[in-house]
């Protein structure tokens, strides 16, 4: 379905429910991959590359901007929000005089409108209609929701709506933002301004960040995870922030993908909210990642900030040229293996992925029900402190539930969720760790791909559900003594280093990080959640930690 209009015609200026209405000198509406490719190209928006996909440059923001994302501060949500420097408040004042500006700026201009549901369960779907300045990002937002029917788009009342303009910059002295960039939401309206950014990842998350407010009023979990489904219809659940495998592990040629970021665990099934991916494709292999290479070959791909030769138009995925951010953004169904329902039953495993650089963590351990909330809530990764020469001191991220950015509400009404759900159908969970091992970055190496992929299909075949495990002195995790199809060496991390006594100071540095973040939580929890953490070890060094990380 394809419609355009000026802005004085009703389809699409009508005033949705809780939402305010939308002007332009144009809008386009739906349009289909194909003529917004057309678009894009005749815009001068990107380069369409020799096999198909659609690179784009996101200009100088290669990646979220979590400091200016802001939540308005209204009556009907402000007691329920964790306000801190995760949700930041905005006055309403600010939002309507930027917003006032913002309709003026975009009275002469076109935008693109996609009409659209996020959630593929028919109880928890939203009807979102997107706004966007540019076709590539109204291509993105194809790509990641969901795609109504035609008759679905006869009838199509927007619950909320996304406002994406890159080329108008917020005003920070008057309008109560920190830069020209804002993500604004507003939650009583149901709306969401973008600004000053053309990261299309913004889009996405905003929408997640909605979702995280309206479920758990639903007896849902939101998680920020990735989940497969066996052939016997044994579901998955993937947790893990960005760059720990979530994409990587969850796309199993022998398994069905359900989606690979955003779902829901309700009563007895779990839900995927998009229609898409979002991949990183630095250095991508075709080898150990057949089906997510595939997609950057592909026509509809949306490609961020990947190297591109402008008279060849080949790719060169491992290039960081522009930023090692690089993503592609695809329809689920150009993964073979997809689901196109999006809908399974209740998990019968739980993964928790982490990449530590510091390569203390076991490769593959079980955690208890105090274990896993206690690890929910810290959400630990390592991300390296730099690419420049020499520097190799990797940095610690707690991002509380996996994905605290986008979390509107305290991280203990998801803990309590999860521990809900794993008590009532008696759920194991695994801690995976995707990082390194034979020392920390710039000593070891990382795990190798095969390996963890033989201890996830281990797990969750139930091949370890009867191999003894033995405790981790410093973690506490159960970790198994054998594990088909790895080395038994590498599953005790102190084994793998030459020097012992440099693992020890270094998993004693990293025990005391889990205390000193989980202490903003502790007064939440019970007292066996808070006695479930590492073993304290005295005189430990500290390390450096980072914000809250994407995922």
Known sequence: MTVTHSSTEPPSTRTPRGTGRVRAGKIVANLSTAALYEAAARDGEGLIAAEGPLVVSTGTHTGRSPKDKFIVREPSSESRIWWGEVNKPITEAHYDRLRARLMAYVADRRLYSQDLFIGAHPKHRRSLRVYTETAWASIFARNLFRRPTPEDLATFDPNFTIIDVPSFQADPATEGTRSGTAILVHLQRMEIIIVGTMYAGEIKKSAFTVMNYLLPDEGVLPMHSSINVGRDGDSAVFFGLSGTGKTTLSADPLRSLIGDDEHGWGSDYV???????????????????????????????????????????????????????????????????????????????????????????????????????????????????????????????????????????????YANLLMERLEQYDVPVWLVNTGWTGGAYGTGHRMDITHTRNMVRAALNGELRDVPTIADPVFGVAVPTAVPGVPTEILTPRNTWADPAAYDAAAATIAGMFHDNFEAYADGVSEAVRAAGPARVEGATKAKVSAPGEG
């Open 271 to 413: 839900f995927n909210f998009e229609g898409g991916c979002y991949a990183k494709t630095i250095r991508l292999s075709p080898a150990y990642e057949p089906d997510i290479f595939a997609t950057t070959r592909r026509f509809g791909t949306i490609l961020e900030n990947v190297d591109i030769d402008p008279a060849t138009r080949e790719l060169d995925l491992d290039s960081e040229k522009f930023t090692e951010n690089t993503r592609a953004a695809y329809p689920l169904h150009f993964i073979g293996n997809a689901d196109p329902d999006g809908i399974a039953g209740t998990p019968r495993n739980v993964i928790f992925l982490t990449a530590d650089a510091f390569g203390v963590l076991p490769p593959i351990s079980r955690l208890t029900r105090e274990q896993a909330a206690y690890h929910f809530i810290s959400g630990y990764t390592a991300k390296l402190a730099g690419t420049e020469v020499g520097v190799k001191e990797p940095s610690a991220t707690f991002s509380a539930g996996f994905g605290a950015p986008f979390l509107p509400r305290h991280p203990g009404v």
